[in-house]
C-alpha cells in the first residue's frame, strides 16, 4: 500500500513539474511575441498570461465553442530536433478584432478579404507561431525549422480535418491560449502544437523529466 502511494504522489509531482516546464515555455513564448509584433506594427500590445493544457487531438473539438463558425488559422510543419504541426487559430470576431487594431477597417465576411487582410493575420499568425517554437528552442536547446506558413479561412471543423489528415501519426497535442489587444480591441488566439511521439519523449528528457526506466 505505501509503494502505491508512493507511486502516486511521484506521478503526481512529475505532471506538475511538466506543466510548470509548459507554462514556462509559453509564457516566454509569448514575451517573445510582443515584442515582435511591437517591432513589426511600429505599436505597443499587451499580451496575456497564456492558459495551457496538453489535450489528445481527438479532443481538439472541444477546446473551440462553435467549431461550425468560422475560423482562421496558419498551419506550419515543424522538422529538426523537435517534429510535428503547429497552428494558430483565430474566430473571426477576432480576425475583424485584428484586422482594425493593423489596417484601421476591416471586411464584414471572409469572401471581402483582400490580399492586405490574408497578408497581414499571416504575418501575426507566422510572429505567434514563430515565438513560441523559439521558445522551446530557448528552453530545450532543441534546434527546429518551421515551413512557410499556410492560411485558411473556413469553419474551425472544416480546418481540424484538413489538420487531422496530415497529423494523423500524432496524437497529442500542446494547447495554448492568449489574448493581445490594445486600448480599443482585442484579439483571442489559440496555439496548437501537435509534435511527434518521439519529439515528446525528447522533450521530457531534455528537461530531465523523462520516465524513468
Not at 514575451?31 to 505599436?43: N, P
Not at 504575418?123 to 527546429?144: C, K, M, P, Q, R
Request: proline share 3%; hydrophobic share 45%.
Amino acid at each position: 500500500m505505501a509503494d502505491n502511494t508512493i507511486s502516486i504522489v511521484e506521478a503526481i509531482e512529475d505532471q506538475n513539474m511538466r506543466m510548470s516546464a509548459l507554462n514556462e515555455i509559453a509564457n516566454i513564448g509569448t514575451g517573445h511575441a510582443a515584442r515582435a509584433l511591437a517591432t513589426v506594427c511600429g505599436r505597443d500590445f499587451l499580451i496575456s498570461v497564456p492558459q495551457v493544457r496538453p489535450i489528445t487531438f481527438d479532443r481538439f473539438h472541444e477546446m473551440i465553442e462553435n467549431v461550425d463558425d468560422t475560423h482562421a488559422v496558419i498551419y506550419m510543419a515543424v522538422d529538426g530536433d523537435f517534429n510535428g504541426r503547429m497552428a494558430f487559430f483565430l474566430d473571426w470576431p477576432s480576425c475583424q478584432a485584428l484586422w482594425t487594431m493593423l489596417l484601421g477597417s476591416t471586411p464584414d465576411t471572409a469572401d471581402e478579404l483582400t490580399e492586405l487582410e490574408w497578408s497581414s493575420v499571416v504575418e501575426v499568425g507566422n510572429i505567434i507561431n514563430g515565438s513560441f517554437l523559439s521558445a522551446f528552442t530557448d528552453v530545450t536547446g532543441l534546434f527546429s525549422n518551421a515551413t512557410p506558413p499556410m492560411l485558411a479561412v473556413d469553419s474551425f471543423g472544416s480546418i481540424l480535418g484538413s489538420i487531422a489528415a496530415e497529423a494523423s501519426e500524432q496524437s497529442v497535442a500542446l494547447f495554448i491560449e492568449t489574448k493581445l489587444w490594445d486600448n480599443q480591441e482585442s484579439v483571442k488566439g489559440s496555439f496548437i502544437l501537435i509534435p511527434t511521439q518521439e519529439s515528446v519523449e525528447l522533450l521530457w528528457d531534455r528537461l530531465g523529466l523523462g520516465m524513468a526506466d
